[in-house]
C-alpha cells in the first residue's frame, strides 16, 4: 500500500493565481483531512470530510474549499492565493471503524509558496 | 528544509542515552493521545497511541506516559540512535469528537554521536 499520497509536492504561485492539491488514500479510509503547517505552530485542520460526498470547515477554512467526489481522493483548492497562504499543506486519514480509529494518517506534504 | 520548527524547543541527546520528551494538555476531557514522529520534509508519522484509561504503554524502544492528574504526557525513546532525530508532536483527542485531533506544536530532538 502507497498509504496516503500528495501532488504536487511543491508549487509556487503568484498572487491570485489559482490551484489544486490532490490527496489520495488506498486504505480504504472514511475520513480524509486537510491541515496546514506554519513555523512554530500546530497542525490546523483546513477543511475534513467523514465520507464521500461529504465536507465540513475545520479550524481555519476560509480561502479554501475542498470536494470529496471519490472516498479515495480528497481535493483541496485555493481560488485565488494570497501571500498568507504559504505553508506546507498535510492530508490525512483515518478509519473510525478500526480498534484505532481515532488515529491519523498522514501524506508527505505540498509545500506551496504564494509571491 | 524544514518549514517548522524554527522556534520550536530542542532537546539534544547523546546517541545511546534514554531521550524524554514532554507535552502539557489542557483539556481534562480529553480521552486519546498520539505521539508522531516528524522527520524534515516529510509528513507526521505514528510512533504511539494511549488511551485515558491507560497511565502506560510501551511499543519497540518507545514508551508513553500519561499523568492525568497534571495533564502531562511524555514520550521516552530509549537507547537514542541518529535516526531519531525528528520533530515530535503530540496530539491529544476531545471525549465525544469522533475526528478533531489538537496538535502541539513539537519539541526538537538532536542526536549528538
Known amino acids: 500500500n502507497a498509504g496516503v499520497t500528495q501532488t504536487p509536492k511543491f508549487r509556487v504561485l503568484k498572487t491570485g493565481q489559482s490551484m489544486t492539491l490532490l490527496c489520495a488514500q488506498d486504505?480504504?479510509?472514511?475520513?480524509m483531512y486537510w491541515y496546514r503547517q506554519d513555523p512554530g505552530m500546530g497542525l490546523r485542520l483546513i477543511h475534513y470530510?467523514?465520507?464521500?460526498?461529504?465536507?465540513a470547515k475545520g479550524e481555519v477554512p476560509d480561502g479554501y474549499n475542498v470536494s470529496r467526489l471519490k472516498k479515495q481522493n480528497f481535493l483541496l483548492g485555493l481560488e485565488s492565493a494570497a501571500p498568507s497562504q504559504t505553508s506546507v499543506y498535510f492530508c490525512?486519514?483515518?478509519?473510525?471503524?478500526?480498534?484505532?480509529?481515532?488515529?491519523?494518517?498522514f501524506g508527505p506534504g505540498t509545500r506551496l509558496t504564494v509571491l | 528544509g524544514e518549514s517548522v520548527g524554527l522556534h520550536l524547543p530542542t532537546l539534544s541527546v547523546q546517541e545511546g542515552d534514554n531521550s524524554i520528551i514532554n507535552c502539557a494538555y489542557s483539556?481534562?476531557?480529553?480521552?486519546?493521545f498520539i505521539w508522531y514522529k516528524q522527520e524534515s520534509g516529510k509528513g507526521p508519522q505514528f510512533i504511539i497511541d494511549?488511551?485515558?484509561?491507560?497511565d502506560k504503554r510501551q511499543g519497540q524502544r518507545v514508551t508513553v506516559l500519561l499523568n492525568k492528574t497534571v495533564k502531562h504526557l511524555s514520550l521516552q525513546i530509549a537507547a537514542t540512535q541518529p535516526g531519531d532525530s525528528a520533530v515530535y508532536f503530540c496530539?491529544?483527542?476531545?471525549?465525544?469528537?469522533?475526528?478533531?485531533?489538537?496538535f502541539g506544536s513539537g519539541t526538537r530532538l538532536l542526536v549528538r554521536p
Open positions: 486504505m480504504n479510509h472514511e475520513y
Open positions: 470530510s467523514v465520507g464521500e460526498g461529504t465536507t
Open positions: 496530539a491529544e483527542k476531545r471525549r465525544g469528537s469522533s475526528y478533531k485531533l489538537i
Open positions: 494511549i488511551r485515558s484509561n491507560m
Open positions: 483539556n481534562s476531557a480529553s480521552d486519546y
Open positions: 490525512a486519514s483515518s478509519n473510525p471503524t478500526l480498534p484505532s480509529a481515532d488515529t491519523q494518517y
